[in-house]
């Protein structure tokens, strides 16, 4: 079971995650992607929805047209943990 970051190993974390923050009033990390289209947009969801399934780590996420909004929690540790960190450095990869 992953444990819970603390607030600074957090900060550290984010420190290596261009375009990741904190979430207010959430023990969570999240990000806004912006594609050029819808189809870039759906195109990075459904490569990031394998690599996800894949790592058994799933995100909170919201798409509106070339938007993807990304919030990045775990549910059985109640807050971030390293499995987070891990798939929102996968999320950026995907992005490129
Ligand atoms: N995804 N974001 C997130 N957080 C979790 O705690 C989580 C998950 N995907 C699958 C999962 N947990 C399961 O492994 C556990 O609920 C058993």
Known sequence: MA???SAEAR??????LPGWTDVQG????GKTFVFKDFNEAFGFMARAALVAEKMDHHPEWRNVYKTVEV???THDA?????RDIALAKAMNAIAG
């Open 3 to 5: 444990e819970r970051l």
């Open 11 to 16: 900060q550290q974390a984010l420190g290596g």
């Open 26 to 29: 959430r023990d969570a990390i």
């Open 71 to 73: 919030v990045l929690s």
């Open 78 to 82: 109640g807050g971030v943990t390293a």
